[in-house]
């Protein structure tokens, strides 16, 4: 099946924002995917004092963020998968939700492991989920989630696994640094092979700041699509689980 992978550079105008991801939704669409995925921090990304202001954007599921989701996923007959904060009565959430063709919510992810590494806090601007996500069957297969900094960590990508994904999606803000992009792409390739499944990376691009790179792997590791450097839309064909392509081939 066809997917897309949007590589952006959200900001902290939400409605700027939403018609960003309305674009880019019209574009798969148009290109015959039959899922979106956009990364962490799709809804909203503050460029200083986030605690307040990740605080002050923050939205339940029935706010105008995944409403617009709904609304546009079912209008163009698409799956959307997407990061936003979500309320709560103090730091909001880092969760990814998912958007079924119909406008359902179908899932959602709080990132339980968060970036308090390389000299950042993350904890200081939003707050832990405390259950790993439960697989979603979607068109491209299982669906497992794992966000940004918890791809560093093997068990939890061997967890979705064991819950079931086929394909698993890691939406990131990967941040800038020597030799990030060489992190990035080697630990999604990693999770691939490990695991036996479709790795799907979509990450934010911000120059100096997020560093893009958005890639798909196949289960034995092969590079199915990349992007490098600037916001673009990636749109390449998926495959099922190795164990699934080697029963094919028996």
Known sequence: MRIAVAQIGSGENKEMNRYMIERLAWSASEAGADMLFLP????????????????EAAEPFDGPFVTALSELAAGQGLWICAGMYEQTDGLPYNTVVVIDDEGRLRGTHRKNRLYDAFGYRESEECRAGEQPFEPVETPAGRLGIITCYELRFPELAAEQK???????FVPAGWVCGENKPLHWNTLLCAR????????????????DHFIGHSAVFAPDGTTLASLGAGEGLLVTE???TEEEEEGEEE
Do not use: H, P, W
């Not at 809804?43 to 990740?54: E, H, V």
């Not at 064991?162 to 698993?168: M, N, P, S, T």
């Open 238 to 240: 998926i495959t099922g």
């Open 162 to 168: 064991k819950r079931g994904a086929e394909v698993l």
């Open 192 to 207: 691939a092979i490990e695991n036996g499944v479709t790795v799907i990376g979509a990450d934010q691009y911000r120059a």
């Open 40 to 55: 962490e921090y799709a809804m909203f990304c503050a460029g200083s004092d986030r605690a307040a202001r990740n605080m």
